[in-house]
């Protein structure tokens, strides 16, 4: 089966950063900023990102556009024989399919409330009402798997075209649209009565606010932003040309993705000062204080809708990149064609999401950890506080201590092209710091889980 290539270079900087830029960015980000501090989480959060985020995602390219293969076809390319890389493989394809299996379900949501705020179904609602009409979503098995369900097929009708006539063009339209709306919802932001107030306390750092809980949110926060661990980012590397090198490209990439994420505040900061709404007020601030805001506001309506498409956008970003991983692995894995994969892995994954669907209203008797939690916190537990960190770990340890790949082949890959270059002084930090570091972020996500 020939290798599909990306068309530009564009298109594979919108793919890879529409693969990072999702919910985390533009609903878990602000809110997570407004409960550590405000400016200050900003500074620690671009810090990390940069120790962190910047050398992974550099391998993750490297053994991508090395193997030339999806998750599944990486290590038996590039491990030695008898070796057991390849297992970690099927664990991220495994574990691209439990993302999916409940974060269709939440794109699922932005849809459906992108579309009742068109037709004006929140607009005579009060925050008590709203909150009620978020609960009665999530009560109501039709709704959340038809929303579902569009998402989903949506999703495989995009990819089952080329790669570069399906995934890539409408990526870069819609990529586009979602920065030309968030532009002009933030210069809405900058004509409201808080502005000053919302972005004083954004963008300027208060370092008296820094606490251990603070400094471990944003750390985080910068390493799973980026969707690193489970092979998203390799099979993007594997379409892309030999011509640009890997360090530039991730800065590229991690610069459009947290571009998304500050300019989410300046959306929500003086949205929440002009109306004097606690900016820490966590999930509940998108579906019940926003849409209470919007109704307040002139074009409330209108902003709504934008701010809605905006985070579908977002969402459904992510939803086609993940999809492109698993079709990408289907394929490799059996020889069919993009129409026959598509189709298979769309039926697939709608039944593979129907429990999460159901856990909110049909199985709401099942509560895998106890107390309130649901189908969904299982699936989110496993990718990513188990399955995401120990992938990362894995890459990082391949590239830089495998006798199959390691560090001098890796960085042969990472510094082919024009552009930034991984550095030799750089070795001791990626082979002994960066594994620890991932393995602390491990250890405290599973600590933090179980003691909330």
Not at 56 to 85: D, N
Not at 270 to 288: D, H, K, M, R
Not at 304 to 332: C, K, N, P, Q, Y
Not at 351 to 380: K, R
């Amino acid at each position: 089966m020939e290798r599909e290539r990306l068309g530009s270079r564009l298109g594979f900087i919108l793919l890879s950063a529409g693969c990072a830029i999702g919910v985390g960015n533009v609903w878990k980000f602000p809110w997570l900023c407004g409960q550590n501090g405000g400016g200050a989480f900003v500074v620690l959060y671009i810090f990390f990102l940069i120790i962190l985020g910047l050398p992974a995602m550099t391998m993750e390219f490297a053994v991508g556009r090395a193997s030339r293969a999806s998750i599944v076809g990486i290590y038996p390319k590039l491990a030695k024989a008898g070796t057991k890389w390849h297992w970690h493989g099927l664990v991220a394809l495994a574990g691209n399919i439990i993302l999916m299996g409940f974060y269709t379900v939440v794109s699922g949501w932005m849809l459906y409330y992108f579309y009742a705020t068109l037709k004006g179904d929140f607009s005579t609602m009060g925050s008590e009402e709203l909150g009620k009409a978020f609960g009665a979503l999530c009560s109501d098995p039709v709704t959340l798997i038809v929303s579902m369900v569009v998402i989903i097929v949506l999703g495989f009708f995009v990819l089952s075209f080329s790669l570069q006539g399906g995934l890539e063009r409408v990526t870069k339209v819609m990529m586009i649209a979602l920065l030309v709306i968030m532009v002009a919802l933030a210069v809405k932001g900058f004509t409201m009565e808080g502005s000053k107030e919302g972005l004083s306390f954004y963008l300027i750092p208060d370092f008296s606010k820094l606490t251990w809980p603070v400094v471990v949110s944003a750390m985080n926060q910068a390493f799973f932003t980026l969707s690193l661990g489970m092979g998203s980012m390799a099979i993007f590397g594997s379409y892309m040309s030999k011509d640009r090198s890997l360090m530039g490209e991730s800065v590229n990439v991690m610069f459009l993705d947290t571009f998304v994420a500050i300019v989410a505040g300046l959306i929500i900061f003086p949205t929440c000062f002009t109306y004097g709404i606690e900016p820490g007020a966590g999930p509940s601030l998108i579906f019940v204080t926003l849409p209470n805001i919007f109704n307040n506001m002139a074009g409330g309506r209108i902003w709504g809708s934008l701010f809605f498409l905006f985070m579908a956008f977002a969402a459904f970003s992510t939803v086609l990149a993940v999809f492109e991983t698993i079709l990408s692995a289907i394929r490799e894995l059996t020889g069919w064609d993009r129409k026959k994969a598509s189709l298979v892995c769309c039926i697939g994954i709608i039944l593979i999401a129907l429990p999460a669907a159901l856990g909110f209203n049909l199985l709401s008797n099942i509560h895998p950890f106890g107390g309130e939690t649901n189908i969904m916190d299982l699936e989110d537990f496993l990718v990513s506080n188990l399955i995401l960190p120990l992938g990362s770990l894995v890459f990082v340890l391949f590239c830089t201590r495998s006798k199959s790949f390691g560090w001098d082949k890796y960085i042969e890959e990472a510094n082919t092209g024009k552009g930034l270059k991984v550095r030799n002084w750089m070795r001791w930090y990626c082979s002994y710091i960066l594994p620890v570091i991932i393995v602390v972020i491990f250890i405290i996500g599973i600590v933090n889980f179980f003691n909330k």
